[in-house]
Nanobody, 123 residues
Framework: QVQLVESGGGLVQAGGSLRLSCAAS????????MGWFRQAPGKEREFVAA???????YYADSVKGRFTISRDDAKNTVYLQMNSLKPEDTAVYFC?????????????????WGQGTQVTVSS
């Protein structure tokens, strides 16, 4: 019932910034935990950040201090502000969601996924 659409990806030089957006429809947005994942060529999809029900926020160690996840329930949108970008951040970034009270970072636990948006960081 939930559809997610990411936007905001692009090409940026190392040290630059991008803000990704994920627009949700078809559900009660405030009741869903929202997460960001990424997948680089030849690598498995990995967890980036999540904002869970209850306002809990969690980041992967690789992005902690550089990325910020936030949500605007009035706009049914979750954001990922990415600062101090590095070439190793290059990947397709996916927005994902699930409904529940547990704190999940595993991709299979998320029920709904967007199509992804490409982020490329040059040296």
């Amino acid at each position: 019932q939930v559809q997610l659409v990411e936007s905001g990806g692009g090409l940026v030089q190392a040290g630059g910034s991008l803000r990704l957006s994920c627009a949700a429809s078809g559900g009660t947005f405030s009741r869903y935990a929202m997460g960001w994942f990424r997948q680089a060529p030849g690598k498995e999809r990995e967890f980036v950040a999540a904002t869970w029900t209850g306002g809990i926020i969690y980041y992967a160690d690789s992005v902690k201090g550089r990325f910020t996840i936030s949500r605007d329930d009035a706009k049914n949108t979750v954001y990922l502000q990415m600062n101090s970008l590095k070439p190793e951040d290059t990947a397709v970034y996916f927005c994902a969601a699930y409904r529940g009270s547990y704190y999940y970072t595993e991709g299979p636990k998320y029920d709904y996924w967007g199509q992804g948006t490409q982020v490329t960081v040059s040296s």
